[in-house]
């Protein structure tokens, strides 16, 4: 069945609102997806090459006549979705929300910046996780999205549209947030993890799907894994952002900042091991490796590998034991290895990379 599932092999941040955004163009997908809470931004590059963030809406919202989906497994603050549909000016038609997702509140945000969570986990204090809470709990001031009044004209049952689109082969991009080292269930890292399962089968299960509807799953990775600013857990190989500068010679100084809380993210050199657990966890049928041009910055500028990334690429695919079938470049750039491959061998051909814009 035409179900795609897009999911993070390390610690979050890998470039997957890029890497959904640019299969759901390549696949022609009819319907998006965006799993989670308002505890992580997806970033994608529109028309005009600026960067918008996304914490509700799947990144595919960008582009022209796909349904995206919040299904009963969202968390949802309504300020961030406003701000959201007033980017994308997404109509009822075009957006479905599952009256079983839940709505955050003021006091579940208030609560986790009380209890320290920031300070203890690195957590982005969003209230996801003590709304997660409170849902286990089964409380009754629980607030599902379809008593929240002001979400009514975008309520309907996700499930029934979902198996309609299936029938009709409609391809289904799941969009699925943080990494493989942050999911509660299977992380090593525990505590230092997020609320929520973040494997490929954590994602499905929240939009409701069957595993037996999926036909891909695609694992993003990055060159120089990172964690959130503060006492986030375990970092493999931390190093700074002067190191990744160097090393990419740029000559500019390179630095992120989460999408959510906007602090400097720690940042490591690439480790095998977390990508080997969330492999083994997942089974992806192809792997997206961004922020390539960390290794090299050439490559942004000529749209290909250089013969010294390649050089870390082999070194890569070896240590994780599987091959590398895309390639991050820049931000808005997303290339295969058979488009690289056409680039390098056809003399004085020229191609459309930029997929992202």
């Known amino acids: 069945m035409p179900v795609t599932i897009i999911i993070g092999g390390q610690f979050g941040s890998e470039g997957k609102g890029k890497t959904a955004h640019y299969f759901s163009k390549i696949q022609n997908a009819q319907i998006a997806v965006r799993v989670g809470g308002s505890n992580s931004g997806h970033t994608v590059i529109n028309k005009l090459g600026k960067p918008i963030i996304f914490r509700h809406l799947p990144t595919a919202s960008i582009l022209n006549n796909v349904i995206c989906i919040i299904p009963a497994g969202s968390y949802i603050n309504f300020q961030v979705l406003l701000k959201e549909l007033s980017i994308t000016s997404l109509t009822p038609d075009r957006l479905l929300i599952d009256p079983n997702a839940m709505?955050?509140?003021?006091?579940?945000?208030?609560?986790?910046?009380?209890?320290?969570?920031?300070?203890?986990?690195?957590?982005?204090?969003?209230?996801?996780?003590?709304?997660?809470?409170?849902?286990?709990?089964?409380?009754?001031?629980?607030?599902?999205?379809?008593?929240?009044?002001?979400?009514?004209?975008?309520?309907?049952?996700?499930?029934?549209?979902?198996?309609?689109?299936?029938?009709?082969?409609?391809?289904?991009?799941?969009?699925?947030?943080?990494?493989?080292?942050?999911?509660?269930?299977?992380?090593?890292?525990?505590?230092?993890?997020?609320?929520?399962?973040?494997?490929?089968?954590?994602?499905?299960?929240?939009?409701?799907?069957?595993?037996?509807?999926?036909?891909?799953?695609?694992?993003?990775?990055?060159?120089?894994?990172?964690?959130?600013?503060?006492?986030?857990?375990?970092?493999?190989?931390?190093i700074d952002w002067e190191k990744v500068s160097k090393i990419s010679g740029s000559g500019k100084h390179i630095k992120e900042y989460t999408s959510v809380t906007k602090k400097i993210r720690r940042v490591g050199k690439f480790d095998a091991t977390i990508v080997k657990e969330a492999i083994a966890a997942n089974s992806p049928t192809k792997i997206v490796l961004n922020h390539v041009d960390y290794f090299d910055y050439k490559c942004s500028i000529i749209g290909r590998t250089t013969e010294r990334v390649e050089e870390k690429l082999n070194t890569i695919e070896k240590d994780i034991g599987q091959k590398i079938d895309f390639f991050g470049l820049s931000p808005s750039i997303l290339v295969s290895k058979d488009e690289i491959f056409l680039h390098k061998t056809i003399q004085g051909a020229k191609y459309e990379f930029n997929y992202a814009r």
């Open 103 to 238: 709505v955050i509140t003021e006091e579940d945000i208030n609560s986790e910046n009380i209890c320290g969570l920031t300070d203890s986990i690195g957590s982005t204090a969003s209230g996801t996780g003590n709304s997660v809470i409170r849902r286990v709990q089964r409380k009754k001031d629980v607030l599902l999205a379809s008593t929240y009044k002001n979400l009514k004209p975008y309520i309907k049952p996700v499930i029934p549209f979902l198996r309609s689109a299936l029938k009709n082969n409609e391809r289904i991009i799941i969009e699925g947030t943080q990494g493989y080292g942050l999911s509660l269930l299977h992380s090593r890292f525990y505590p230092y993890v997020t609320s929520r399962d973040t494997s490929a089968a954590g994602f499905l299960s929240e939009t409701g799907l069957s595993p037996l509807d999926v036909d891909e799953i695609v694992m993003v990775l990055r060159t120089f894994p990172i964690r959130v600013a503060g006492n986030s857990g375990p970092l493999a190989n931390e």
